[in-house]
């Protein structure tokens, strides 16, 4: 079993920059699959990036692409998102998500671990 934690949500002006952290404990975290999901109010929860167990292979969904970077440090058992040029339509709370294995790594449901969600907001 694992626990995730995240942080770094906020504030931010379109155009700007937040990096979020998800923090895992319990299991061993380098044996995981990490997502990163989002839901904005009265919208469903949508796949944002994903790496990993290694972290030599990573996935973004093609609304991110090319503005947020996903990582992770296994020996700090924590995953990252950097989030570039941010707009507004990138308000929602944010969770950090676990799973085994990477095939078909942006279905949610397919994601075992969830943790409490960070709120990022982006304000025009």
């Known amino acids: 079993q694992v626990q995730l934690v995240e942080s770094g949500g906020g504030l931010v002006q379109a155009g700007g920059s937040l990096r979020l952290s998800c923090a895992a404990s319990g299991s061993t975290f380098s044996s995981y699959t990490l997502g990163w999901f989002r839901q904005a109010p009265g919208k469903e929860r949508e796949f944002v990036a994903a790496?990993?167990?290694?972290?030599?292979?990573?996935g973004y969904s093609d609304l991110v692409k090319g503005r947020f970077t996903i990582s992770r440090d296994n020996a700090k058992n924590t995953v990252w998102l950097q989030m570039n040029s941010l707009k507004p339509e990138d308000t929602a709370t944010f969770y950090c998500?676990?799973?085994?294995?990477?095939?078909?790594?942006?279905?949610?449901?397919?994601?075992?671990?969830w943790g409490q969600g960070t709120q990022v907001t982006v304000s025009s």
């Open positions: 790496i990993s167990e290694s972290g030599a292979n990573t």
């Open positions: 998500a676990a799973r085994n294995g990477y095939l078909y790594y942006a279905r949610g449901a397919s994601y075992k671990y």
